[in-house]
């Protein structure tokens, strides 16, 4: 098997959405994380279909399936094809030269609120530039199965360029990496399930963080130049996103967590 270290790389990442409640229960079996392949860009690995067992939080490496920027299926184990959805992974990648990683979930808070057509607003921290930017909806539910349904999630997702709703079925995060694209998935539906609480409590026009109060907190200084920290620079690990893969902080502990028995 080709890119075994980007295979590992992408079941783990597709268990880290099962973890974070993105693909259990009902939607057990349903979303997908994918990545392009770093010695190989016109080329990606993602969960595929036709397990004995098809369920995220079970699969491991060898069970991701290599494609194209087409879609079609280069190297998946037998019986196995890609996933319905692949169309909307290769059609990111195409317009997208700059994206890393796709993922895409059937999240129920931002499926409730992409039906309602509420925009999301920030509120609370967490995602919150995310949902700063109104996210676009794609107006279609139905499953994203050929060339043109994808170029259409990747022409809605283009006034955003990091997240875009599908109406009644989902949501599309992308990524410089995995985590960025996985934990933009989990803050997403975060924003999305307080979103859905302001409405039904205060109404469409409910109170959020505005963009005054975001533009005081981007503007702070980082936490080590305050004297009380007593720092000469900045930690050795940076925050979010730095380093391999493994991470640090909230996402290492989750690959540690869904990967002991890989
Ligand atoms: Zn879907």
């Given at each position: 098997m080709q890119h075994e270290e980007t295979r590992w790389q992408v079941a783990v990442a597709n268990r880290i959405l099962s973890a974070f409640g993105l693909a259990s229960e009902l939607t057990a079996s349903l979303g997908h994380a994918s990545m392009r392949v770093p010695e190989a860009p016109d080329s990606f690995l993602i969960k595929g279909r036709g397990y004995e067992?098809?369920?995220?939080?079970?699969?491991?490496?060898?069970?991701?399936?290599?494609?194209?920027l087409e879609g079609n299926k280069i190297e998946a184990p037998d019986g196995v094809s890609q996933c319905y959805e692949v169309k909307m992974h290769s059609c990111i990648y195409r317009?997208?030269?700059?994206?890393?990683?796709?993922?895409?979930?059937?999240?129920?808070?931002?499926?409730?609120?992409?039906?309602?057509?509420?925009?999301?607003?920030?509120m609370r921290n967490e995602g919150a530039r995310l949902v700063q930017k109104e996210?676009?909806?794609y107006p279609?539910?139905?499953l994203i199965l050929t060339d043109e349904d994808g170029?259409?999630?990747?022409?809605?997702?283009r006034a955003h360029g990091k997240a875009a709703l599908l109406k009644g079925h989902g949501a599309v995060t992308t990524g410089a990496n995995l985590e960025e694209s996985v934990m933009s998935m989990v803050q997403l539906e975060e924003q999305?399930?307080?979103n859905a609480w302001a409405f039904s409590?205060?109404?469409?026009?409910?109170?959020?963080?505005s963009d005054d109060l975001?533009?005081?907190?981007?503007?702070?200084?980082?936490?080590?130049?305050?004297?009380?920290f007593g720092m000469q620079g900045p930690p050795a690990r940076a925050p979010f996103g730095g380093g391999g893969f493994r991470g640090h902080g909230l996402w290492a502990y989750y690959v540690d967590k869904v990967s002991r028995d890989l």
């Open positions: 067992l098809d369920i995220l939080s079970e699969l491991g490496p060898e069970d991701m399936v290599l494609c194209d317009a997208f030269p700059e994206v890393q990683s796709v993922v895409h979930a059937h999240p129920r808070f931002t499926i409730l609120m992409s039906v309602l057509e509420k925009r999301l607003r920030p996210i676009p909806i279609h539910s139905k170029s259409g999630v990747a022409d809605t997702l999305a399930q307080l409590l205060m109404g469409r026009d409910h109170p959020y963080t975001l533009a005081e907190a981007a503007a702070q200084p980082p936490f080590w130049q305050i004297p009380h």
